[in-house]
């Protein structure tokens, strides 16, 4: 377990600042935005600690099914499959005001070592180098699912997911030898005989409350059910670079990644993927993300303006895609 300063988190809630999130009374970093969440660091905690608040639980039901569907995912990706996880830990607690608060917690890793950021200071050779390996490490992750039929596990497979064991900034490299951290089990992709281990209708909490019942019924099986499948999974991959300003890389990605399909992973029987397939899927992410973060920041307006309420959520800026 983490020495997690539990009455810290408490007055961070008190002075929660959702427009500004580093104005609040408690100082912080912002690390990362999440499409729902937000993952920051509190200065001056001696325990480096990177913390990601999940606002979306209405009982205590509900928190103790995540916490079990997130130790669970955890526990198989790291002792059966064999990915390397950061440490981790939740931690939840009743403001007060009586909501619930939950953070997922985990080991802060260095900012420039994760994927996202490695990519725009190593060599384009070593670019190719990092995807065959977060290719070879999602292959554990399907090769378990297809060797153990009751359990099917899945993926965020997008490059920020990933970062560099033991980097060194002032030297940085990446060879075959590199290994890999995964960081984004706080969604946790598990199903147990085809039931999903969280409740993944929660997630749809973000979004304003007169628009949930059309996100359930329209995308929440298939934008759930994609990270599933290995070659979509692969697809985002590619596609994530796209948003990172580097397109001129996808087409030896496409070749890359095609070619590790029929020889290192030819048992899966897998399409080549095409940068027709890949083009559409960028334009229609990029499209759905831009209305949706639209409609909250419209949402937000309302609760924080109109109706003098608190909004729960960060709100990234403007993200470059």
Same mark, same amino acid.
């Given at each position: 377990?983490?020495?997690?300063? @539990? ?7 008190? +002075? ?67 990915? $390397? ?6 931690? &939840? ?25 490695? %990519? ?25 699912? !297809?060797?153990?039929?009751? *359990? ?8 920020? #997911? ?11 490299? %990446? ?7 995964? @960081?984004?089990? +706080?969604?946790?992709? @598990? !199903? ?16 304003? +409350?007169?628009?949930? &019942? ?5 995308? @929440? ?8 499948? &290995? !070659?979509?999974?692969? *697809?985002?991959? %590619? ?15 496409? #070749?890359?990644? $095609? ?31 831009? %209305? ?30």
């Amino acid at each position: 377990m983490m020495k997690v300063n @539990l009455e810290l988190l408490k007055e961070l809630e008190r +002075s929660i600042n959702t427009l500004q999130p580093e104005k609040g009374r408690i100082p912080i970093k912002v690390l990362g935005f999440g499409e729902i969440s937000l993952v920051f660091e509190i200065l001056d905690d001696s325990e480096h600690l990177a913390y990601k608040r999940i606002p979306i639980f209405d009982t205590e039901a509900q928190v103790k099914r995540h916490i079990w569907a997130y130790n669970a995912y955890c526990q198989i990706l790291e002792k059966e499959v064999g990915l $390397n996880l950061p440490a981790y830990d939740v931690a &939840w607690f009743k403001d007060d005001k009586g909501t619930i608060q939950f953070y997922c917690i985990q080991e802060k890793i260095a900012i420039e070592s994760v994927g996202n950021r490695i %990519i725009h200071y190593i060599t384009e050779d070593e670019i190719y180098i990092l995807v065959a390996l977060i290719l070879r490490e999602m292959k554990k992750v399907w090769d378990y699912s !297809r060797n153990n039929p009751k *359990i099917d596990l899945g993926l965020d497979g997008q490059i920020s #997911n990933f970062a560099i064991i033991n980097f060194d900034s002032q030297n940085p490299h %990446i060879d075959l030898n590199t290994k890999l951290y995964y @960081l984004d089990t +706080s969604t946790p992709m @598990l !199903r147990i005989n085809n039931a999903e281990a969280m409740e993944a209708v929660l997630f749809l909490k973000s979004a304003p +409350s007169f628009l949930r &019942w059309l996100l359930k019924a329209l995308f @929440l099986d298939e934008t759930v059910g994609r990270y599933y499948e &290995w !070659r979509k999974v692969a *697809i985002d991959l %590619i596609a994530n670079f796209y948003k990172e300003q580097k397109p001129e890389l996808i087409p030896k990605l496409i #070749n890359l990644v $095609n070619n590790f399909f029929s020889k290192e992973a030819s048992e899966f029987n897998i399409a080549p993927i095409t940068l027709e397939e890949v083009d559409k899927y960028y334009k229609s992410d990029k499209n759905m993300w831009e %209305i949706f973060q639209s409609v909250r920041k419209f949402d937000r307006y309302l609760k924080t303006k109109i109706f003098k309420k608190n909004y729960e959520f960060y709100l990234p800026n403007k993200i470059e895609r």
